[in-house]
């Protein structure tokens, strides 16, 4: 059976990803994977959370698929001197498995610089303001 659906397009997508690709030499900024199927164009502050951001060099790394994920909801960070710290709750949910060592091998690790445009310092702040607001509604459960 097929049904048709009426969908929004983020038209800017494609933009975005070819920019923030190229500030990054087209690999990812943490474990520099190169592989394109595989890298993703991670917004900082979220496409739905701030419009002037959206499209913005500095509002974007280039991450691979796994470690976009955990950015995204707020598993992973980077600390003021952009090193990867990995959420307690991530840490203990992850079974000893290679999933897992991917993720915590790379932590402390820092991301490379971009080439072109600076990450903006503030986004990465606020990223981080929600990972330690994520992390306490967690404890209170």
Known sequence: M??????????????????????FQDR???????TPELLVASHIAPWSADPHQRIRAANGLCLNRLHDAAFDRHLII???????????RLRADLPDSPLAQALLRT????????????????????????????????CFR
């Open 2 to 23: 097929d049904t048709e659906a009426t969908r929004r397009v983020r038209l800017a997508q494609r933009y975005f990803r070819r920019l923030v690709l190229a500030n």
């Open 28 to 34: 990812c900024a943490l474990t520099d994977i190169g």
């Open 78 to 88: 980077f600390d003021s001197e952009q090193r990867l710290l990995v959420s307690p």
């Open 107 to 138: 932590e402390g690790a820092r991301l490379r610089a971009p080439v072109r445009r600076e990450l903006d310092p503030l986004l990465l702040a606020r990223h981080r303001q929600r990972f330690e607001e994520a992390q306490a509604r967690r």
